[in-house]
């Protein structure tokens, strides 16, 4: 991996609590990857690919409801040309757009199938687990630890839920990893994680949280914390470019968001969870 020393020491400071990002993402995207090598510009288009997943999921519910509002669509890796001729090659049962990967791919055969509804509860959980698996074959190690650790925490604030509610938890959880296979299977209250992840009871508190909106953004910190623990002996490599990127969307989305537009949004994050179950009275919007 390259050395970007004179990358990394311009970049300006930034802080969670930001009111403002010191740049945009797409502006550090702009200016960064002209001088990565090739690898690490691949490690790079991970982040952008979790864009894509989103546009995907946008154009196929746009299509599916032709009268619904034009979609908004975030900068990914591929235009809505390149996705909407990944729809069409399912459609005709051609192979994959040469560049696209295989899970996405995979992912519209699923949606077009109706099968994703079975496989997972609803479609975005189907396509974010299927983006894991990739993201995780990575070639980078702090790359592979990261999403682990992202799914680790978005499956184990589930699995909490889910236990509380009485939900099937094969159903809600995320992933084939340890942990995933854990939440799924274990009887014990911990679910036998606590010894293993030393972020475990971090993540068990923020369900301490009763405001939703609240809750997510101190999972944002211990996200953060999470990408300044491991780059801290990383000075100059991409790792710490990545994480900067990683960090900068978020200042991005907390200063775009006003509470109301959070706990909307966090509020039907829970509908979705709960699928086919009632959402508790607590969580409904007045």
Not at 163 to 167: A, G, V
Not at 169 to 173: F, L
């Given at each position: 991996m390259s050395n970007y020393y004179y990358i990394i020491s311009g970049l300006p400071d930034i802080s969670f609590d930001d009111?403002?990002?010191?740049?945009?993402?797409?502006?550090?995207?702009?200016e960064v990857y002209e001088s990565l090598s090739g690898a690490d510009r691949k490690v790079m288009d991970i982040l952008l690919l979790e864009n894509d997943c989103r546009n995907l999921i946008s154009i196929l519910r746009s299509?599916?409801?032709p009268d619904a509002n034009t979609v908004s669509l975030v900068q990914g890796l591929f235009s809505v040309e390149q996705l909407e001729e990944l729809i069409s090659a399912v459609k005709i049962q051609d192979r994959c757009p040469q560049g696209i990967p295989q899970f996405m791919y995979k992912f519209v055969?699923?949606?077009q199938e109706d099968s994703w509804q079975e496989l997972a509860g609803f479609?975005?959980?189907?396509l974010w687990a299927l983006f894991y698996e990739h993201a995780m074959q990575a070639d980078n190690e702090f790359v592979r630890s990261w999403y682990r650790f992202n799914l680790d925490v978005n499956n184990i604030q589930t699995a909490i839920t889910a236990?509380?509610?009485?939900?099937d938890?094969?159903?809600?959880?995320v992933g084939q990893n340890d942990t995933a296979q854990a939440l799924r299977t274990s009887g014990a209250r911990d679910w036998g994680l606590s010894q293993e992840l030393d972020y475990f009871d971090d993540v068990v508190r923020l369900l301490d949280e009763d405001d939703l909106s609240y809750r997510e953004r101190k999972a944002d910190m211990l996200r953060w914390s999470w990408l300044e623990d491991n780059t801290f002996f990383n000075y100059f490599g991409v790792e710490r470019l990545f994480s900067y990127m990683v960090r900068l969307g978020m200042v991005e989305r907390w200063t775009s968001l006003d509470k109301e537009e959070g706990q909307n949004l966090f509020r039907k994050l829970i509908g979705d969870l709960k699928g086919q179950t009632a959402v508790p009275a607590e969580f409904k919007t007045n």
């Open positions: 009111s403002k990002a010191a740049l945009s993402a797409e502006q550090f995207r702009t299509n599916h409801a055969q699923e949606w479609a975005e959980d189907r236990r509380k509610y009485d939900l938890m094969q159903k809600v959880i």
